[in-house]
């Protein structure tokens, strides 16, 4: 198993995406990237700790490379937006992949190149982690109620409702050959 962490914007949003994913084994939602340890998702809210509302995956790599997976999540969401996926605004919504490793780091770079070459855009995503150069930024798991949101609250949430279902539609129809049965 390995694992990936990566934030594009709400990670009610990312984790419903990823759930869907073959080879995926676990997803938690969660914080990473900023200054305060052990935030709370109200200070993460509030914008002012540096942190990125990401989602950690394990994922099994004979059934999904990380390569893929980056593929999933740059053609999921809208690597375009500066610090906002949507309605949602500040760093904390930030398109970011954080590479556990230097094999990750490359990676990251190359999916980012083919996401760029094939959209004809360029993503402002960016590659964090390495806080002084060799550890990987803390992990900090999201309070409980958050995760695997969609499978309960999130499907009577109307800000769900209107954001996840494009995402899960988008999965399925651009990654048809990545879609769990």
């Known amino acids: ?11 009610w949003c990312t984790e419903a995406v990823f759930r869907d994913v073959v080879g995926v084994d676990t997803v938690e939602s969660g914080y990473i ?7 709370t998702y ?16 394990t994922f099994d790599e004979t059934a999904l490379s990380y390569g ?10 809208d690597p375009t937006q500066l610090n906002r996926q949507g309605n949602d605004v500040g760093t904390q919504y930030r398109s970011a992949i954080f590479p556990i490793d230097d094999a990750q780091r490359a990676e990251s770079e190359a999916a980012i ?3 760029n070459a094939d959209n004809g855009a360029m993503a402002v995503t960016t590659i964090e982690g390495f806080s002084d150069g060799s550890q990987v930024a803390p992990w900090y798991p999201a309070e409980d109620y958050h995760q695997e949101y969609w499978d309960g609250e999130g499907q009577r949430n109307p800000y769900c409702l209107a954001v996840i279902p494009p995402k899960l539609m988008k999965l399925r129809k ?7 049965g």
């Open 68 to 77: 893929d997976l980056l593929d999933v999540f740059l053609g999921t969401h």
């Open 174 to 180: 651009s990654f048809q050959n990545k879609v769990k």
């Open 33 to 39: 990237g900023g200054s305060v340890p052990n935030p």
């Open 113 to 115: 190149g083919r996401w």
């Open 1 to 11: 198993m390995q694992t990936a962490i990566i934030a594009g914007g709400c990670f």
């Open 42 to 57: 109200k200070q993460v809210c509030g914008g002012d700790t540096g942190h990125a509302e990401a989602i950690r995956v």
